[in-house]
Protein backbone atom coordinates (compact mmCIF):
# COMPACT_ATOMS: atom_id res chain seq x y z
CA UNK A 1 0.00 0.00 0.00
CA UNK A 2 1.14 3.31 -0.59
CA UNK A 3 1.92 5.96 1.91
CA UNK A 4 -1.30 8.31 0.83
CA UNK A 5 -3.53 4.84 1.30
CA UNK A 6 -2.02 4.16 5.04
CA UNK A 7 -2.56 8.22 5.96
CA UNK A 8 -5.80 7.59 4.47
CA UNK A 9 -6.58 4.56 6.94
CA UNK A 10 -4.98 6.35 10.09
CA UNK A 11 -7.14 9.35 9.66
CA UNK A 12 -10.35 7.55 9.43
CA UNK A 13 -8.98 5.62 12.16
CA UNK A 14 -8.60 9.12 14.00
CA UNK A 15 -11.81 10.29 13.02
CA UNK A 16 -13.75 7.22 13.95
CA UNK A 17 -12.47 8.07 17.45
CA UNK A 18 -13.68 11.25 17.24
CA UNK A 19 -17.43 11.43 15.51
CA UNK A 20 -19.96 8.81 15.46
CA UNK A 21 -20.02 8.49 12.07
CA UNK A 22 -16.75 9.00 9.42
CA UNK A 23 -17.94 10.67 5.97
CA UNK A 24 -15.89 11.35 3.20
CA UNK A 25 -16.11 15.27 3.78
CA UNK A 26 -14.18 15.05 7.22
CA UNK A 27 -11.47 13.38 5.80
CA UNK A 28 -11.27 15.86 3.31
CA UNK A 29 -11.48 18.51 6.25
CA UNK A 30 -8.87 16.65 8.31
CA UNK A 31 -6.37 16.56 5.61
CA UNK A 32 -7.02 19.95 4.02
CA UNK A 33 -7.87 17.92 0.49
CA UNK A 34 -10.55 18.57 -2.10
CA UNK A 35 -13.31 16.08 -2.43
CA UNK A 36 -12.45 14.74 -5.53
CA UNK A 37 -9.41 13.56 -4.31
CA UNK A 38 -10.76 12.23 -0.91
CA UNK A 39 -13.60 10.28 -3.28
CA UNK A 40 -10.93 8.98 -5.55
CA UNK A 41 -9.16 7.92 -2.54
CA UNK A 42 -12.06 6.11 -0.74
CA UNK A 43 -13.33 4.38 -3.61
CA UNK A 44 -9.65 2.44 -3.93
CA UNK A 45 -9.46 1.71 -0.09
CA UNK A 46 -13.08 0.42 -0.90
CA UNK A 47 -11.90 -2.05 -4.05
CA UNK A 48 -8.66 -3.00 -1.58
CA UNK A 49 -11.83 -4.64 0.63
CA UNK A 50 -10.43 -1.73 3.67
CA UNK A 51 -13.36 0.09 4.18
CA UNK A 52 -17.23 -0.09 3.74
CA UNK A 53 -19.14 3.08 2.69
CA UNK A 54 -23.22 2.56 3.36
CA UNK A 55 -25.88 4.67 1.66
CA UNK A 56 -25.68 7.66 3.98
CA UNK A 57 -21.96 8.36 2.93
CA UNK A 58 -20.76 6.19 6.63
CA UNK A 59 -17.28 4.56 6.15
CA UNK A 60 -16.73 2.32 8.29
CA UNK A 61 -13.68 -0.32 8.25
CA UNK A 62 -13.38 -3.85 7.32
CA UNK A 63 -11.93 -6.23 9.75
CA UNK A 64 -9.06 -6.29 7.17
CA UNK A 65 -9.01 -2.69 7.07
CA UNK A 66 -8.99 -2.07 10.62
CA UNK A 67 -6.17 -4.19 11.42
CA UNK A 68 -4.20 -2.20 8.56
CA UNK A 69 -5.48 1.33 10.18
CA UNK A 70 -4.38 -0.08 14.01
CA UNK A 71 -0.88 -1.35 12.63
CA UNK A 72 -0.08 2.37 11.10
CA UNK A 73 -1.03 3.68 13.99
CA UNK A 74 1.37 1.68 16.27
CA UNK A 75 3.92 2.34 13.94
CA UNK A 76 3.50 6.28 14.55
CA UNK A 77 2.61 6.04 18.05
CA UNK A 78 5.99 3.94 18.67
CA UNK A 79 8.40 5.85 16.51
CA UNK A 80 6.88 9.04 18.13
CA UNK A 81 7.69 8.07 21.24
CA UNK A 82 10.93 6.94 20.34
CA UNK A 83 12.01 10.02 18.59
CA UNK A 84 11.37 11.68 21.94
CA UNK A 85 12.42 9.69 24.69
CA UNK A 86 15.35 8.30 22.77
CA UNK A 87 16.73 10.73 20.42
CA UNK A 88 14.97 13.66 22.57
CA UNK A 89 12.94 15.36 19.85
CA UNK A 90 10.13 17.82 20.71
CA UNK A 91 6.59 16.50 20.34
CA UNK A 92 5.85 18.16 17.45
CA UNK A 93 8.89 17.53 15.74
CA UNK A 94 8.86 13.70 16.81
CA UNK A 95 4.96 13.29 15.48
CA UNK A 96 5.62 14.84 12.04
CA UNK A 97 9.06 12.99 11.37
CA UNK A 98 6.78 9.74 12.80
CA UNK A 99 4.63 10.24 10.15
CA UNK A 100 6.97 10.17 7.19
CA UNK A 101 8.84 7.51 8.67
CA UNK A 102 6.30 4.80 9.55
CA UNK A 103 5.45 4.41 5.91
CA UNK A 104 9.02 3.55 4.95
CA UNK A 105 10.34 1.86 7.80
CA UNK A 106 11.05 -2.04 7.11
CA UNK A 107 9.41 -4.44 9.89
CA UNK A 108 12.84 -5.67 11.24
CA UNK A 109 13.77 -1.85 12.17
CA UNK A 110 10.41 -1.30 13.56
CA UNK A 111 10.45 -4.86 15.52
CA UNK A 112 13.98 -3.58 17.05
CA UNK A 113 12.45 0.08 17.47
CA UNK A 114 9.35 -1.49 19.59
CA UNK A 115 11.30 -4.31 21.16
CA UNK A 116 14.07 -1.26 22.49
CA UNK A 117 10.38 1.02 23.76
CA UNK A 118 9.69 -2.10 25.74
Excluded: W
Excluded at 40 to 64: C, V, W, Y
Amino acid sequence: MQESGENYLETILFLSKELEHVRSIDVANRLGYTKPSISRAMSILKDSALIEIDQNGHITFTPKGKQKAESIYERHRLITAFLEKTLGLDEETADQDACRIEHIISQKAFDAIKAHME
